[in-house]
């Protein structure tokens, strides 16, 4: 439980791996941040892989799209997109803005590294207009939607 709440934004894949329809070690979260480690504590006692924003650097791009290939292994794969995952600065309309974020290429750069696999869904999540009026946030949210609808198509041709 989170504030209270058995099911809240934070808990999507806890939930998913408790119900038995994720499996954690083919799963990888790229960019997290924030100051309550505590709430990534599941993440790893479950087997999952994260990428913490702050490694991105240190790592680079190609190392953190590889490791995001070796984890999700040639099965079928589901891009969850977190629009909180770009820094607020770019993309301020979400309901947990933490500095520190993603640009909106290294995002893209990410995303475009996993050509080839077999992307069969994905989301964009946390987008919130009301909180942005430049609607920069709106249009980020739909290009990386864009972008997984392309890698899917791009998987069913190959």
């Given at each position: 439980q989170y504030e209270g709440a058995k099911f809240h934004h934070g808990g999507p894949l806890r939930q998913a791996v408790l119900e038995g329809v994720l499996d954690p070690e083919r799963t990888i979260q790229i960019g997290i941040r924030g100051p309550a480690e505590y709430l990534w504590e599941f993440s790893y006692d479950s087997g999952m892989t994260v990428i913490h924003a702050?490694?991105?650097?240190?790592?680079?791009?190609?190392?953190?799209?590889?490791?995001?290939?070796?984890?999700?292994?040639g099965g079928p794969v589901y891009v969850s997109f977190d629009v909180d995952s770009i820094d607020p600065g770019l993309a301020p309309g979400t309901g947990t803005p933490e500095v520190g974020g993603l640009s909106t290429r290294e995002a893209l750069a990410i995303l475009r590294g996993l050509q080839g696999l077999t992307i069969v869904g994905g989301d964009v999540v946390e987008v919130a207009p009301q909180y942005d009026a430049t609607t920069a946030t709106a249009q980020i949210g739909a290009q990386m939607l864009f972008e997984i609808l392309c890698l899917m198509a791009m998987g069913t041709s190959n």
């Open positions: 702050e490694e991105i650097d240190a790592m680079g791009l190609e190392a953190v799209i590889a490791k995001a290939r070796a984890v999700v292994g």
